[in-house]
Nanobody, 126 residues
Framework: QLQLVESGGGLVQPGGSLRLSCAASGFTLDYYAITWFRQAPGKEREGFSCISTSGGSTNYADSVKGRFTISRDNAANTVYLQMNSLKPEDTAVYYC???????????????????WGQGTQVTVSS
């Protein structure tokens, strides 16, 4: 079964950091752009960061720009999201998904994706 598996979430205080991982199961990430999405309680799921197939392009929503960094390690078949200076409004379930058309490489943050995982909960609270 082709799937992405997210991990690394947890409870953190405002101003803290977390690193999320997005690992591929059943396929190789090398050929795919990846988007990180999040869904806060009562809100729609939104894409906020992506990395192109080559890793040469990364895009961020204004809400996370300067605080979050996306990267990929193809040898580890994993994409990472380093989240710093976390705020309570970052509280959400975080998902990663494949961007099959590599829209990220064209400068966009996709609103849709493939091969969803179960997500990982990030809670920012004191």
């Amino acid at each position: 079964q082709l799937q992405l598996v997210e991990s690394g979430g947890g409870l953190v205080q405002p101003g803290g950091s977390l690193r999320l991982s997005c690992a591929a199961s059943g396929f190789t990430l090398d050929y795919y752009a990846i988007t990180w999405f999040r869904q806060a309680p009562g809100k729609e799921r939104e894409g906020f960061s992506c990395i192109s197939t080559s890793g040469g392009s990364t895009n961020y929503a204004d809400s996370v720009k300067g605080r979050f960094t996306i990267s990929r390690d193809n040898a580890a078949n994993t994409v990472y999201l380093q989240m710093n200076s976390l705020k309570p409004e970052d509280t959400a379930v975080y998902y990663c998904a494949v961007d099959p058309m590599d829209l990220c490489g064209l400068g966009s943050i996709p609103s849709r994706g493939d091969y969803w995982g179960q997500g990982t909960q990030v809670t920012v609270s004191s």
